[in-house]
């Protein structure tokens, strides 16, 4: 799959094309969580936006639960826009400021089901106790939460519909590692209890790792290595990996073996896999 964004016309770049998704090839499994790391600019949230529909490959497929979603009608696509949420690093960019968190989290359910007030009510108060909040913040609007809270209401408003997929784009990034292991830990749990995918983007490979089945780093529009969570960071052959890792490690040898590093998904816990669940929903690309 490819996609180019074209410079700005008549200005300096001369309607030069950049490259920001170079022949990925990727696959996420059915309940499973890829995980997409590398530099700012290589191109992550650009593939993020394709699978949501934002923006649009040049060439080659998105294939989810075995349909294109680049070349479906918009009919096919608004059945598919319920199966496939987000969460972005921005919270403002899904909860409005001037509404109580209720009318946010309960827009989608708005949009796509038709309950009655008191089944929407039941619906949110149930949200937003599986995120870990209190039933009575229905009321609260977004200023008097906290940055954690508010990615947990943001959460809420993503899992309304039972998606199928969440592609969550930097989605703990500006949180501080307390409350962003807080927030892993909420998704890993979730995922479980809802049957989600995740495609997991950050430019932290440790927040990465800790969620992921799969690991892919991308750099300048190209997936460059692909490796298991289970298996070691240090098992990363690719330059652009080892500079990522070399980022986030004390720079004295010395003081190595003291860098805490949040566990990998197959210390926490056994790896999830069940081979009948093992549908392929998400393909990206034209030879895979
Ligand atoms: P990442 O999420 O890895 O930081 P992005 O996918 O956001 O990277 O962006 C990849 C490259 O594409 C960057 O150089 C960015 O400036 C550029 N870019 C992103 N969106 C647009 C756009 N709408 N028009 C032109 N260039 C864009
Ligand atoms: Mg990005």
């Given at each position: 799959?490819?996609?180019?964004?074209?410079?700005?016309?008549?200005?300096m770049?001369?309607?030069k094309?950049?490259?920001?998704?170079?022949?990925?090839?990727?696959?996420?499994d059915?309940?499973?969580?890829?995980?997409l790391v590398?530099e700012?600019?290589s191109g992550?949230?650009?593939?993020?936006?394709?699978?949501?529909?934002?923006?649009?490959?040049?060439?080659g497929?998105?294939r989810?639960?075995?349909?294109?979603?680049?070349t479906?009608?918009k009919?096919?696509?608004?059945?598919?826009?319920?199966?496939?949420?987000t969460?972005?690093?921005?919270?403002?960019?899904?909860?409005?400021p001037?509404?109580?968190?209720?009318?946010?989290?309960s827009e989608?359910?708005?949009?796509?089901?038709?309950?009655?007030?008191?089944?929407?009510k039941r619906?949110?108060?149930?949200?937003?106790?599986?995120?870990?909040?209190h039933?009575?913040?229905?009321k609260?609007?977004p200023?008097?939460?906290?940055?954690g809270q508010l990615?947990?209401i943001?959460i809420?408003?993503?899992?309304?519909?039972?998606?199928?997929?969440?592609?969550?784009?930097?989605?703990?990034s500006?949180?501080?590692?307390?409350?962003?292991?807080?927030?892993?830990?909420?998704l890993d749990?979730l995922?479980?209890r809802?049957?989600?995918s995740?495609?997991?983007?950050s430019?932290d490979?440790m927040?990465?790792?800790?969620?992921s089945?799969?690991?892919?780093?991308?750099?300048?529009?190209q997936?460059?290595?692909?490796?298991?969570?289970?298996?070691p960071?240090?098992?990363?052959?690719?330059?652009?990996?080892?500079?990522?890792?070399a980022?986030?490690?004390?720079?004295?040898?010395r003081d190595?073996?003291k860098?805490r590093?949040t566990?990998s998904?197959?210390?926490?816990?056994e790896?999830?896999?069940?081979?009948n669940?093992?549908?392929?929903?998400v393909r990206?690309?034209?030879?895979?």
């Amino acid at each position: 799959m490819n996609k180019s964004y074209t410079l700005g016309a008549g200005s300096m770049f001369n309607n030069k094309k950049l490259k920001v998704a170079d022949n990925i090839c990727l696959t996420l499994d059915q309940g499973m969580c890829l995980g997409l790391v590398g530099e700012s600019g290589s191109g992550k949230s650009t593939l993020g936006k394709m699978i949501l529909g934002l923006e649009k490959p040049d060439q080659g497929e998105i294939r989810f639960e075995g349909k294109d979603l680049v070349t479906m009608s918009k009919k096919e696509r608004l059945v598919v826009r319920r199966k496939i949420q987000t969460v972005f690093q921005d919270c403002y960019s899904s909860l409005n400021p001037r509404w109580p968190i209720y009318e946010s989290i309960s827009e989608p359910l708005r949009n796509f089901e038709k309950l009655s007030a008191r089944e929407e009510k039941r619906t949110v108060q149930e949200l937003l106790v599986s995120v870990g909040l209190h039933p009575e913040d229905i009321k609260k609007y977004p200023h008097q939460f906290s940055g954690g809270q508010l990615q947990r209401i943001s959460i809420a408003r993503a899992i309304a519909l039972k998606p199928k997929l969440i592609v969550l784009d930097e989605a703990v990034s500006s949180l501080d590692v307390l409350i962003q292991h807080q927030i892993l830990k909420l998704l890993d749990e979730l995922k479980e209890r809802y049957l989600l995918s995740y495609l997991f983007i950050s430019h932290d490979i440790m927040a990465v790792r800790s969620i992921s089945d799969q690991l892919a780093v991308m750099s300048k529009g190209q997936v460059v290595e692909t490796i298991n969570c289970k298996d070691p960071l240090s098992s990363m052959k690719h330059p652009v990996s080892k500079q990522l890792l070399a980022s986030i490690l004390p720079s004295h040898p010395r003081d190595r073996n003291k860098a805490r590093l949040t566990p990998s998904k197959g210390e926490m816990q056994e790896p999830f896999l069940e081979t009948n669940v093992q549908q392929r929903i998400v393909r990206s690309g034209q030879t895979c």
